[in-house]
């Protein structure tokens, strides 16, 4: 039975019950019904403890079954009824903070654009926004929603992109500037560029996250489970002593009742959607609360290279032809090859060359962490490694980071970027190792020489380049687990197998790289690196916050059972103060939700202090 329909009928029951004795001055029916709802919602946790016993884990539902039978068994059938309110009700809750987990997000599929205002001849047609087209000029009007990524042709206007990145201040653009679909237009009218269609473009990688995490709903670790055995014992041998030395067995339910583990189920939960709320608000899409406590307990981290620790704009260095072959006509072959692929090379080629000058695009592959080859204005061209685009060619040794082009089966020259480190990447990187994660690690598909450099800089202390995808699953396995769980961070297709080889992937996803978003645990919506070390330090202050309020929560109902040894506190009014005690342990789960002024290495101070 659905906990929502388990919390329903015990309050039906429980009314029922109350009627039939005060209304019709009927106890023994009244008894006999809470009972049987007592022993039959007993029974499904008995079922539900068998599964988790099964699984390899002991959790806390042996105490609460023992708590309901043994109210039951010595009549106190009204404060089972309490105690049976309060398990379902806990259930219904955890039930209701998981869908709420991503409320944030989940409202951008209420307001995902339908229609996009497309340029024919000087008019306007309004078309789906899946039939939009890469170069196609549309009209975004005030008040609207950009429907596509792309970029300003025309008018000066300011947008609201809280819903993408979390930034709350609306951005002003002009012609030139980036677009990012789902960013909210504000007063004027602009004429863009069409750059990305609609299913590769950041607002629809949004709804897919959306919809992949409805799909995958999130695994809450209840952090009790893992004092079950201790509690459980604790209560057992108090409510056991009671009896014993009372000689009343009504003492030993007495005890138990404030025993129930309500708060304990209800800590952690509520802590983690409350962490994964705050940090959605933040520009950071966490998928699950497992994530929460792994990030938490990270001690590795991993960077990609190119478009993570540097800029996510290269600029063009220089381009080196073979004789015979102009500039103009390399950079032409290339970008035009290079137009829909999301690789941060793809992206600042494309950008340098300019969206008019690009070749008609057919029959288009990708080979992850390779290349492209596809056939442009009837010519085979080949972007990318020199060993995929030209395997016999000589080495060729280059200062910075290259692509290498082959048309047909002639190689025809490389391109060169400056690879611009972000200028936040020294400082998260310092705060990250302050958080705890002392090993860092860089790798990269990229030259050694050019990836030594870029290291030195921003702090990183080991190095591997030259790495395909699979090299960099491999490193990630072979972490010692003495180093583990280990986090993982990229930008691009290419990321995507690393980013779900690790314990945890988080994607810088504010490029709309779909796959890589869709392939992490964590998404950073802003392009934004210092963002990691936010996500980090939020996972930090959730944990500290749920097991702080589980530890709470075991104080508080072991002093109770004390008292309730002496026969002061009656099982009905133990019952209520469980109610109470409930109310407690979730205001103080809540605190995970309030933005922290602190900064995130002083909440690992605080942290390791607790």
Known sequence: MHNSYKLGATCGIGVLALILQFGFAQPLPAQILVSALGALIALSMFVEMIKTLRSGRYGVDLLAIIAVVATIAVGEYWASLLVLVMLTGGDSLEDYAARRAGLELKALLDNSPQVAHRIVEQQLEDIPVAAVQVGDRLVIKPGELVPVDGHVLSGVSSFNEASLTGEARPVEKSIGADLLSGSLNGDVSVTM?????????????????????????????????????????????????????????????????????????????????????RASRNGIVVK??????????????????????????????????????????????????????????????????GTTELLPLTHLS????????????????????????????????????????????????????????RPETTTTIQTLRQLGLEHVMMLTGDQAAIAQTIAQKVGVDEVHAGCLPQDKIQLLKSVPSAQQPVIMVGDGVNDAPSLTAADVGIAMGAHGATAASESADVVILKDDLSKVSYAVAIAKDTMRIAKSDVLTGIVILVVLMLIATTGVIPALVGALLQEAVDTITILLALRARKDSKKAPAKIMKQTKLE
């Open 193 to 277: 560029m069409v750059d990305q269609i609609a299913a590769n473009s950041q607002y629809q990688a949004i709804i897919k996250l959306v919809k992949q995490s409805e799909a995958q709903p999130a695994h809450f670790v209840r952090m009790a489970d893992r004092y079950a055995i201790p509690f459980t014992a604790i209560a057992l041998l108090i409510a056991g002593g009671a009896w014993l030395f009372s000689g009343d067995p009504v003492r030993f339910a007495e005890v138990l009742v404030v025993a129930s583990p309500c708060p304990l189920i209800l800590a952690a939960p509520i802590a983690l959607v409350a962490g994964m709320s």
């Open 288 to 353: 699950t609360g497992t994530t929460i406590e792994k990030l938490a307990s990270a001690r590795t981290i991993a960077f990609d290279k190119t478009g993570t620790i540097t800029q996510g704009r290269l600029t063009v260095a220089a381009v080196k032809p073979v004789a015979g072959f102009s500039k103009a006509k390399l950079l032409q072959l290339a970008a035009s090859a290079e137009q829909q692929s999301s690789h941060i090379l793809a992206r600042s080629l494309v950008d340098y060359v």
């Open 366 to 421: 990708e080979v992850t962490g390779a290349g492209v080859a596809a056939e442009v204005a009837g010519q085979y061209v080949k972007v990318g490694k020199l060993d995929y685009v030209a395997p016999t060619a000589q080495q060729i040794m280059t200062e910075q980071t290259a692509i290498h082009v082959a048309v047909g089966k002639q190689y025809v020259g490389y391109i060169e970027f400056n690879d611009q480190v």
